[in-house]
């Protein structure tokens, strides 16, 4: 079997490799189109010095069982974009199984993204562990210059339908990166700490810098003569590899990667230049960068190569106790390695950021601090906990009413409510009106202010609310982050996702009793022109409960009550700006 691969217009031009299906790998068979399953086991000639499977190989792998799950769905050979970054948290052994998923989560026009998930078997026990997760963008790319538009991802499970929704995020997400970066870079938040200024030790830059020249070869392609992405990652982690290793005087072993993005094309015939140097440390981790030119045989004699690539590669090492070491401070000597240096610093802020910010389960405190490194991450956040929170099932009806449904969700001692309306309005109009947060005192009764206190753009904006008093306690207050998604698509829904964030400028007062949002919003669904299903979510936290917890009790009608003045706003407000 043979697999293609090279992108164009600066999406990505390398392609994802071929793999033949043998003792020691399998592709499984009977899946829906765009799912691949692959297997392998791990022989001495995988691993690394510790007899464990290098992490070339898995990176190799991993972008192997992408292509083949994209190119399952596009019909067409397809190419390696970019990597989403990837967190490794287990690693194989030899004589263990490595178990590779991959899934088109949805189809944009060329481009798809394709889930990524690897866990280790052990064959004596039967013990599986989780590996990593990942998300890999590729690009449709058929012989010629033909132009594919790729079809829509089908769409079975609820697991199927959750993942389509979180894609957009995701998508939005990498192309904020960028962004975010130069936000840090611009604020100064990278500046050099007292500590490191005292530290007499500093070993500079330079002297971890490696360089290693590549030839591809046929064997490094595939038959459109496109080098493997995964191969490239490969030689990628070998050198970056190296570069850490000359800082700890040990081996060092990958922990994670900042995000692959392909710039540009490789062909067979190329001599790739690789060049890694350490760019910052982190008392127990090191930041290894790695840029990739390539040259033809005129570009080789003439010394001018292309950017085709870099990435970002973080490393610990472990001792001889099995301790991971704190590796030395390093010195920027010059204005370039000074920039690697501060960039280093806003990369790992944007990466812890990602880490804890994009997971979705419980967290105490609730709120998470608002600042210029964390907008996108946080928005992303917010729309995939409301819509995570969407997805379950097991919602039990509790209430009914004409237009008005209510619905529980109790789940590992977390209860969460869903009201459904049923709105004679159109769906731009409600979105507009219930995106409004300052129209909301109009109609909630549970709302006696609302007033934005920071922009973040047209669709992330901040709001100080203040709420009436329970059970003779003070008034409370909020400090939410609103963000809100119109459909990309007809058929999905429009989406006002709402969480507690922490902003130093509106610290808690002692007029109020601070509260906090885990996560609440509405999703609109079109039933018609002129008809829309508005529902309401809410994971309830200590600071909402008290106003729900007689209604849930039956003591009172408030949330029914809260639902029908709802509905008759939406329908008697009118809107006279421009919607979108």
Not at 342 to 350: F, H, N
Not at 441 to 450: A, V
Request: a neutral charge; one cysteine or more; aromatic letters at 8%.
């Amino acid at each position: 079997m043979l697999l293609s691969g090279g992108a164009p217009n600066g999406l990505g031009w390398v392609g994802g490799p071929w793999r033949e299906c043998s003792a020691g790998s399998a592709l499984s068979s009977g899946y829906e189109r765009g799912e691949v399953q692959m297997c392998h086991t791990v022989f001495p000639w995988h691993s690394n010095h510790r007899g464990e499977l290098s992490a070339g190989q898995l990176l190799t792998w991993i972008d192997t069982t992408a292509c083949l799950a994209a190119e399952r769905h596009a019909g067409v050979s397809c190419v390696t974009a970019s990597v989403d970054d990837i967190q490794i948290e287990e690693t194989a052994r030899v004589g263990q199984n490595i178990c590779i998923k991959a899934k088109v989560n949805r189809a944009f026009n060329t481009s798809m993204e394709v889930g990524i998930k690897v866990e280790i078997e052990d064959p004596f026990t039967n013990l599986q562990k989780h590996v990593c997760a990942a998300f890999s963008t590729y690009v449709a790319k058929p012989a010629g210059s033909k132009k594919v538009f790729l079809k829509p991802v089908r769409l079975q499970s609820s697991q199927d339908h959750l993942e389509y929704s979180l894609a957009a995020e995701r998508r939005r997400i990498r192309l904020y990166h960028e962004d975010a970066y130069n936000n840090l870079m611009e604020e100064g938040c990278t500046i050099y700490d007292a500590e490191w200024e005292k530290d007499q030790n500093k070993i500079l830059t330079d002297s971890t810098r490696v360089e290693s020249i590549e030839l591809v070869l046929p064997p490094h392609a595939n038959h459109q003569g496109n080098t493997f992405g995964g191969q490239i990652m490969a030689w990628m982690e070998t050198v970056a590899n190296i570069s850490a290793s000359r800082l700890c005087h040990t081996h060092a072993t990958l922990k994670s990667v900042d995000m692959f993005k392909f710039r540009g094309p490789s062909t067979v015939g190329d001599r790739l230049l690789f060049r890694a140097i350490v760019n910052n440390t982190f008392q127990k981790s090191v930041e290894v960068g790695v840029r990739v030119e390539a040259f033809n045989c005129e570009e080789w004699t003439q010394a001018k190569g292309r950017h085709i690539n870099s990435a970002f590669l973080i490393y610990q090492a472990l001792n001889s106790k099995g301790d991971y070491c704190m590796f030395p401070r390093v010195k920027a000597s010059t204005k370039d390695s000074i920039r690697r240096f501060r960039g280093a610093i806003a990369r790992r802020k944007i990466r812890v950021a990602r880490k804890y910010i994009f997971s979705t389960k419980q967290e105490r405190p609730v709120s998470h601090p608002w600042d210029k490194g964390n907008q996108a991450y946080l928005s992303y956040n917010n729309i995939a906990m409301l819509t995570v929170l969407a997805a379950n099932t097991g919602w039990e009806l509790s209430s009914t009413l004409p237009n008005i449904r209510i619905f529980t969700h109790e789940e590992n001692d977390i209860l969460s409510i869903k009201v459904e309306m049923q709105v004679k309005v159109q769906l731009q109009q409600a979105y507009f009106l219930l995106s409004d947060l300052g129209l909301r005192p109009n109609w909630d009764m549970h709302y006696l202010s609302c007033d934005v206190i920071e922009t973040a753009g047209e669709d992330d904006k901040i709001f100080h609310i203040t709420s009436p008093p329970v059970k003779q306690s003070k008034s409370r207050d909020f400090v939410i982050l609103m963000s809100r998604r119109y459909s990309c698509k007809q058929g999905d829904p429009y989406v006002v996702a709402m969480r507690s964030v922490t902003l130093a400028s509106h610290p808690p007062t002692t007029e109020y009793l601070r509260s906090e949002v885990q996560c609440a919003g509405f999703l609109i669904h079109s039933q018609g022109k002129d008809l829309c299903r508005v529902s309401y979510l809410n994971q309830l936290t200590p600071g909402i409960l008290p106003y729900v917890e007689e209604n849930l009790t039956g003591w009172s009608n408030s949330i029914e009550e809260t639902a029908s003045s709802c509905i008759k706003f939406l329908e008697t407000t009118q809107v006279y700006t421009t919607l979108l």
